[in-house]
């Protein structure tokens, strides 16, 4: 209980800053907002490394990121959309999370560091994870490096534009709204079902199967290889079938897997399937991103990236609370069923809604 409160209060405070800084950096660029987040990064693993103060973890886990699922940032989508033309645009996401993906397989794999300090080296349990919190600070600097070489082309300011760019824009805003406030739902449904698990998801191994972390931690280190490598059937299945489409068939076995896997009684069984599922799960990530960086405007994007996110954290909210209290004094598979419904209202809301909006890559418009 007091996990999924603790995960619900880093998530809202994480949708909040996902929406400032997709307003914000459609306004005044992409590139100062990129340093700002890795220099949040960096400082963050310094502080969760030097401190057990609860009430300055709490705001540095929401603001840092640290602990959760990587979320690409408004500003980043709307950079690697505007540093590709449309027909490669979801050869670069697919691309971006393939490698993001990778990076988080090896922090699944960190898991087992700690017991390495511990057993090896004599640390104390809670020293035994300050090394992960350092590299997570000297990641975030590197970034930082990386950073500094990338060009952006800066927007004129408002008063600058003349009336018909004015008028332009009014319009742009209007069709931006109609788009947002579809696509929200849909990614509030999918967050909601996901946050049912996702979360719980090491735990529940833990308290059905009595695994331990070193055990748990190669499983979603393997997992998360395999999100990886399906990056390139998303992307096959995009150009054959369609945007819409690939995302809406790669979430079904998914769907089906959150069904039936809190029935499995052996570990061995339900690895191979949470496996089987990794295959799936990750597909949608790039596709949804660069569908909606494709059917926006340039100069909206990093907003509409940024409410996008808040849509999909807000939803995420509640289920955590509402996972550890089931988990807790109801059943463990209940959160599993939930999940599942959400996630497939989920996929049938995307296909009904944009089945006929096409990406222009899909509408045979060059770029």
């Known amino acids: 209980m007091t996990m999924g409160l603790l995960f619900t209060v880093t998530t809202s405070i ?10 914000f950096a459609d306004r005044f660029g992409r590139k100062p907002f990129l340093f700002l987040l890795n220099g949040i990064i960096a400082v963050s693993g310094v502080i969760y490394a030097s401190t057990r103060n609860l009430a300055v973890l709490l705001p540095t886990s929401a603001l840092g990121g640290l602990g959760s699922m990587y979320l690409s940032s408004p500003s980043e989508q709307a950079m690697l959309s505007e540093k590709t033309t449309d027909r490669e645009r979801t050869t670069l996401f697919s691309i971006a999370s393939f490698i993001s993906t990778i990076s988080s397989m090896f922090g699944a794999f960190s898991a087992g ?13 809670i020293h035994s994870y300050q090394p992960i919190f350092i590299l997570a600070a000297l990641i975030g600097l590197a970034c930082i490096g990386l950073t500094i070489p990338l060009r952006e082309e800066r927007r004129r300011p408002l008063e600058k534009r003349d009336d018909e760019e004015v008028a332009e824009e009014e319009v742009e805003y209007e069709e931006t709204g109609k788009i947002l406030s579809r696509f929200a739902v849909v990614v509030a449904f999918d967050a909601l079902g996901g946050s049912f698990i996702g979360r719980f998801l090491s735990y529940w ?36 079938i369609g945007t819409v489409n690939a995302t809406v068939l790669s979430r079904l076995p998914v769907v089906g897997v959150n069904l039936i896997l809190p029935l499995i009684p052996t570990y061995t069984v339900a690895a191979l399937l ?27 994007r990093a907003s509409i990236a940024g409410a996008s996110s808040t849509a999909m954290r807000v939803a995420a909210t509640v289920a955590p609370t509402l996972s550890g209290y089931f988990f807790q004094y109801v059943s463990i598979m209940l ?21 006929d ?7 045979g418009e060059r770029n």
């Open 357 to 363: 909006i096409k990406p222009p890559e899909e509408r």
């Open 205 to 240: 191994f833990y308290i059905k199967f009595g695994v331990g972390p070193g055990k748990i931690g190669t499983l979603f280190g393997a997992s998360r290889l395999l999100s990886a490598l399906s990056y390139i059937l998303g992307l096959k299945m995009a150009r054959r």
């Open 274 to 300: 949470q496996g089987f599922k990794s295959a799936f799960s990750m597909i949608d990530v790039p596709l949804r991103q660069s569908y909606l960086m494709g059917i926006t405007r340039r100069s909206r």
């Open 335 to 355: 959160p599993f069923f939930l999940g599942g419904t959400f996630q497939l209202t989920s996929a049938v809301l995307l296909w009904v809604l944009f089945k």
């Open 14 to 23: 994480a949708a909040v800053r996902s929406l400032v800084e997709g307003v």
């Open 113 to 125: 560091i700690p017991d390495f300090f511990q057993t090896r080296l004599g640390f104390e349990e």
